[in-house]
């Protein structure tokens, strides 16, 4: 079988299909509001956006992985992180061509508004919906929860979205040990996944959330979504030569593999840390007056899999073949009109 035809062929669902996970798989009662919602904010909020990127925005269905992310949680929850898991994705398609600078004074404005301070009028859009993030989130979550969301939201663009430029401007693979460190960064899902302590009555003391196991526990959630978004973007990415980081490309090139091979190999390194996940949660340590807390947040992190998975099978389009259901930079809009 030729390149060509195991592209033409390949089914994520095959690999990854439906319910491969061993944890609950729902989604939230709220889910049709929160569409409604973020239709809203597209069209009073991102306003600079050309008509083209909103349809493509609205025909993701976004919400729809929010709501399977955190199913269990109330509708004044669930507002702010659908509206964050929205501000977040479009923030990194529409930012990936930034340098590194750019994105640092970006970091930089972000952090300064989840302290506290007021976009501007000229801000209208990814500034002045994190500044309703934050509002809304104070609502109920407390300071320390706060801080340690801003700093996975500043990992993410420092360590995630700049680990990711040097490849980016000279269309270069990075080697497959240096990608899997920053990956787990730039996939974006670790500020998302810690909103799995919404479902908690009280948040974790930062010495239970620190702890290594549960930082273990974290970092292997998001690795496994970016395996996964890796498998189910194959298609969207494969015959672009500005798309080189996605784990099977890396591990196609470094070890000589076929497509389908390396399809093989990510899907090896996928089951293998879901192996450890579930081996870690089956065995956490003894938290004390937390444990209950601790065995519920963890089974977040794994609906939370779960979910994201159940997405990408449930009708977006954010996922076509050759990206033509994708958001490309508004730059990539204006020089490919095809987009």
Known sequence: MTTEEFIEQFNAADYL????????????????????????????????????????????????????????VSENKMRPFNRFLFFLTSFDDQHELLSVEELEQCRKRMMEILDGDMPTQEEKGWYSQLALIRDEANEFMPELWMKRFAQELSDFVQYGMGGEVPFKVNKTFPSTAHFMTFREFSIGMRPCLIAAEFMLADVLPDTIANHPVLRRLLALAARIVAWQNDIHSLRKEYGKDTETLNLIFVLQRENNLSLEEAVEECMRIHDEEVEEFISLQTNLPDFGIYNESVATYVLGLGIQIQGVNTYYLSGTQRYLIRGA?????????EEDTSL
């Open 17 to 72: 299909p439906i319910g491969y996970y061993p944890w609950p798989d729902t989604i939230n009662p709220h889910v049709e509001q929160m569409g409604k919602d973020v239709d809203q904010w597209i069209d009073t909020d991102y306003v600079s956006w050309p008509e083209k990127i909103k349809e493509k925005y609205r025909k993701m269905v976004l919400h729809d992985v929010s709501a399977r992310m955190l199913p269990y």
């Open 325 to 333: 259901g994708f958001a490309w930079p508004e730059k990539a809009f």
